[in-house]
Structures are given as structure tokens and as C-alpha cells.
Nanobody, 119 residues
Framework: QVQLVESGGGLVQPGGSLKLSCAAS????????MGWYRQAPGKQRELVAT???????NYADSVKGRFTISRVNARNTVYLQVNSLKPEDTAVYYCNADINNGLSRRDYWGQGTQVTVSA
């Protein structure tokens, strides 16, 4: 069984920063792309950023220049450094990973971590 556990969310003022973490554990043979998505109230879940096992990154236009995704393969962990936060960044942030568990390859999701940007 594979689990993704996020941490690092919270309440922050506009212009502030946070660092989100997501660790994968369990029956893991290999991890391919890892990423972060977010869902604001009343909106669909949207891509924030992804990073491949080789380190290639991809960002939503709305976060380019403000957010940085990174991963430590040896720790099965992905991070999202979020800077210059805006109220519109308020959402539940979900970790996603494409994982081969030794039997099959599929997407896994974390439980989500709330990020609230408010004065």
C-alpha cells in the first residue's frame, strides 16, 4: 500500500511564504512524475507544478516565478516552495505521484493541506 502525506500548509499574509512537503511511503518500486495540484472553493482542481524523476519541471502560468517545485528521490519526497503569496492562491493543495508499486503503475493522491492567504 502506498501513501502520500503532505505537510506545511497554514495561514499566511499576502506576500508571505510557505514550504509544502509530501512524502511517499509504502510499497514503492519506482516513482515517476510528482506534482502539486490545488482546489479552491467552488473551483475545479488545477495543476500547480510537476517535476519528473529526472528533474524537469512544469508550472502553471499563474505561479511561474513565485513557486518552486523540487524533489529528493532518495527520500521519495517532493516540495513546493511558495513565495509572494496572493489571496487567490488560497486552496487545498494536493500532492500527486505516478508510482509503480511493483504490481501496477498508477496515480496516487495525498489528503491535501490547506493554504490560506489572508490579511
Amino acid at each position: 500500500q502506498v501513501q502520500l502525506v503532505e505537510s506545511g500548509g497554514g495561514l499566511v499574509q499576502p506576500g508571505g511564504s510557505l514550504k509544502l512537503s509530501c512524502a511517499a511511503s509504502g510499497s514503492i518500486f519506482s516513482i515517476y512524475t510528482m506534482g502539486w495540484y490545488r482546489q479552491a472553493p467552488g473551483k475545479q482542481r488545477e495543476l500547480v507544478a510537476t517535476v519528473t524523476s529526472g528533474g524537469t519541471t512544469n508550472y502553471a502560468d499563474s505561479v511561474k516565478g513565485r513557486f518552486t517545485i523540487s524533489r529528493v528521490n532518495a527520500r521519495n519526497t517532493v516540495y513546493l516552495q511558495v513565495n509572494s503569496l496572493k489571496p487567490e492562491d488560497t486552496a487545498v493543495y494536493y500532492c500527486n505521484a505516478d508510482i509503480n508499486n511493483g504490481l501496477s503503475r498508477r496515480d496516487y493522491w495525498g489528503q491535501g493541506t490547506q493554504v490560506t492567504v489572508s490579511a
